[in-house]
């Protein structure tokens, strides 16, 4: 969806690579290409107002005109900012303290709500709560049975005791609703209202009467993040004809501009709590504003794929792998059954392109990543299965009339065999030089992690530095200038990845979802 925003963004900055010093004209035009950025991406006028009023005032302080690189500083202000409109901290659900907590979701038709309903019901079951959903849409053609679909492929329960299509009263609905979750035991209540093709009194006087018959502990309204501008009108209507306390945004995966995702926590007041990137039930998680500031300044967003990884990966699954490559046989304990084992764990977190977009820098390269064929990866399982046990176990055994055979049996040409078998052994090979701790292949091993000073002193002197002058007043003034430098860079403090540090480095600490992996 940032797609055009992020291309926008990285031209301006990269304009600024090099410079020792920004002029008051440098920091105007950064300011203007930032504003037309925005206005493309269809941000609110009086947003993007108040976000280039921020960003010049702080790119004419201190902060800059002292910085050692003023470029990642501008940066830095930028990314902080774009927080900043997006809503700041990540917005938590308030829960009940006695009795079931109330969630009542309201928007437009077409909004995505009943769906939506779905996903935020399987993502509380995920987090260890028993939802219930309630049909109080009952004037949509099959509402009803629609959330009644959708409850049951999330694995959830569903309240629907009025048939809809016009019939019943969703305000008795929702009321009666909380009785039975109380009975039945479920602490969450989703309730799913009717939506209207634009903002009328009728839509708002339902959502009012539902809301004073349950009292919901969270009102979350839920807005299609591809209608622009227009989202951020009927959030205002909404919010001053009824409340809200938090936003949800569907179709984020869309390809619109964006504009209401970095406009509606800033207008409406109400932050974004929640975001469904998908189609799929599990396409849906929290919203954290610095996430998604990072991900359209093309920094990647490494905690959210970490996340992922581990709903997916069984800690005892990876040690076991782990082992095997780091093993005395050289990783040869680690085969093709492992190999297709890792590759569907892989597969569950998602799709290829959008785990690859998490990491940094993956902008540069995003129409490669778009035209990633996701059924390579069920060709390549297919091969796979079509080996026998003993094949997959010693794929060195693979020979010109088993390669026919299982390329046969898989629907593909022999050299997709050979080539997989091909590129195993380089990846396997690679892998268990990194488990080792010889780092990548051609590279020195890090300290404390294999790859001993021995081999490394042996790679060092292999490598051809600067020749030192034999002039001994050159070669003092060279020392001179070298260690000036290394003084320079130390005072920088910047990052191992070139991001900038604060004070030197000195107050720089980890984020705390960073700290439970570091032991």
Partial sequence: MFDTLSDRLSATFKNLR???????ADIDATAREIRIALLEADVALPVVRAFIKKVKERAAGAEV??????????????????????????????????????????GLQGAGKTTLAGKLGLWLKGEGHA???????LQRPNAVNQLSVVADRAGVAVYAPQPGNGVGDPVTVAKDSIEYAKTKQFDVVIVDTAGRLGIDQELMQQAADIRDAVSPDEILFVVDAMIGQDAVNTAEAFRDGVGFDGVVLSKLDGDARGGAALSIAHVTGRQIMFA???EK?????????????SRILDMGDLLTLIEQAEKTFSQEEAAKMASKLSSSKGGKDFTLDDFLAQMEQVRKMGSISKLLGMLPGMGQIKDQINNIDEKDVDRTAAIIKSMTPAERAEP???????????????????SAVKNLVERFFDARKMMSKMAQGGGMPGMPGMPGMGGGPGKQKKQIKQAKGKRKSGNPMKRKAEEQAAAERREQAAQQGGGAFGLPAGQGGKDFELPDEFKKFMG
């Fill in 396 to 414: 060195t055994i693979i020979n010109g009339s088993r390669r026919a055979r299982i390329a046969k049996g898989s629907g593909v040409e022999v």
């Fill in 276 to 278: 469904s990137n998908g």
């Fill in 281 to 293: 039930l599990d396409e849906f998680d929290a919203f954290h504003p610095d996430r998604m500031a």
């Fill in 18 to 24: 090099g410079k020792g010093r920004l002029s008051e």
């Fill in 131 to 137: 939802p219930l959903l309630v049909a109080c849409d």
């Fill in 65 to 106: 005109s002292k910085a050692l690189n003023p470029a990642q500083q501008i940066i830095k202000i930028v990314n902080e900012e774009l927080v900043g409109i997006l809503g700041g901290e990540t917005r938590r659900l308030r829960f009940a303290k006695s009795g079931p907590t109330v969630i009542m979701l309201a």
